[in-house]
């Protein structure tokens, strides 16, 4: 009886300590020790599958802030479906978006069909947003020498002078394959400043990731590669991003000379450090190092202090000097800093870009104006002062004046037997006019915002797309592309929404709003442009705009560059060359919203709203959504703004009718096809 009664014991607690059949790890997709993001990023969910069934569910990952308890606090969250094979290991790739100005971590949950929960991890608290060079390679060797470094940012969010260290993380290597496991969407490398890499490692991550580098690139990332065979130069996507064939060529005597560094004086150590000033550094090559540079030309390259460079959309293509993990350069403090200068250039090239590519924060304040222009109630004021006047009339018509005629009539008691029927005819106008001004149906607005390279066919395309529904209830917004991630506009701590991924690309759900209120989205993805906008420079310095887009470009603005006025054109037809001079002379006065200067356009309201109505607000609601420190109109570089005519040409937005559909384009640099 006793080992019957054991025999029992042991078999009910059996099942408590069997293995889970499940284990899950969790990191961000950029490596341990990758600083957190305000936007998007990519989070690498290892499940290893114990059983000797096919486990299916879904993950569940979280951003959350540091300190709170059991996810109570402010958290993003995106739900992604798995199936992991018997006795087998797959690796997730999950995009999540970061919270704004919060230590923040990673948090998944594998989940059952049922929603029973089969495993969990976290990652520890991740540092806060800083430069970041990520090495394809791995181990990094010139990581430990870097990290240390301090550099100065003249662009920190707000303006002004900071410093920084610098993040270094390295690309985990595939346990089965050896190839290099990095993000295979765009937004996966929002948070890294510069990609530094070889031809050799790049050729292993495969075309899908591949060609998320070349989008993130395009979008205004850094790439810096180090060439180490003859045939690296001919690789088809290395001429695609530099513009033509490459040439290896001997290196000028200004980088084989002594290299001139700018250097805090008083290093903060972070982002929001404040620097007392900048001082000089000044190194040398070592012999050895000195007698290894190359350089490269051909294609879009020019001579930079690091090796060669091409502009590519709006990012840089870099083919460095030097090759950063190997030696005798990775023992060389020159090539450290060097690095180290790199990441700097990169870091504060972004503020020339308007809306950065997934890595803008989804507060309420910055997109306030975004809002009222996706906000139909916006446009039923008038419904408030009709209203009014409405309840002033029928305060008169009740009450004085009704018992003003009963009176008159001889039947005093006669206006309580009207009052009903006065106060239900007022009834029924208020509400006749709320239905006049609201509308009995739901419907959709949408304001985006393309970024380009000049002559570039594709670019970045955040697009606000603003819903606004007459009940209620739980929405699904799909996102235009596979590769777009999108999030609404709010408090992430007061919103339920879900981030949904799977083989048909991202969508929200759980999306709700009150009703007559305008729900926002934000959209990070990419546009086809045809052939783009051409930007051509003459030997005089005169530009040519040649439009090549398939529709018409209205309202449109160039400047130049350097000490020459602006130029507005009314309309740019398909196809159409316009010469600068053919424009009218534009003054662009300084907005004050920004410290950069802003968009400028105070004085050309008039020409704008001419060309399209509600033109001039609609790039202001832009200007005040972006960074603060940014430059519309670079010195050094033409840009170009102006509206698509016909928009995206979309008529619904996640099955409301699109009473509005405004693309704004904006194309910085020189080139393009004639």
Known sequence: MPLGLAALLLAAASPALAAPPLNIEVQSMLGPGSPTADGWMSAEVRIDNRSSEVVRGTLSVDVEVAWSRSGSGPHNGTDVPFSVPARAQVSVEVPVHGLSGSASIIHAKALSEQGQVLAEAKTPEARGNEPLIFDLGSPSHFAPVVRPLSIPLVSPPWGGLASSTIAVSSARKDSHSGEPVVPRLPSGYAPVTVVVGTASELSLIGDEARAALGDWLLAGGALALALEKPEDLRSPYLEAWAGGAVQEQPPSEGLRAEAVFAVPIDPGGVPSGRSSGVAEMRLNPTPESRARLRSYGGGNLRPTPWGAAASYGLGELHLLAFRPNAEPFVSDPWTHRKLADLARHAWDRRATIALPFAQQTLDEGHLAQVRRELDPNQSTRWMIVVSALLLLAYAGVAGPLNFYLARRSGAPLRALSRLPLISGLALVLVVTLGFLGRGVSGRARRLTLVEAGAGMSRATATRFRGLYASSARERVVQASARGNVLDATGDAEQSARRLVVDRDGARLTKLQGQPWEVVVVQEDGFIELGGGVSLIQAADGTLSVKNRLGRDLVGVVLSPGGSRSARFFIRIKDGELAA???????????????????????????????????????????????????????????????????????????????????????????GGVP
């Open 580 to 670: 600068e001079s053919s424009g009218q002379t534009l003054a662009l006065s300084a907005s004050g919203l920004l410290p950069g200067g802003g968009l400028k356009l105070d004085g050309a309201t008039k020409q704008l709203e001419s060309c399209s109505k509600g033109l001039s607000s609609a790039w202001a609601a832009l200007e005040y959504a972006s960074p603060r420190n940014i430059e519309f109109w670079p010195s050094d570089v033409p840009v170009l703004i102006g509206q698509l005519d016909g928009g995206e040409g979309k008529h619904t937005d996640s099955g409301f009718p699109l009473e509005a559909d405004r693309a704004l384009l904006r194309v910085v640099g020189t």
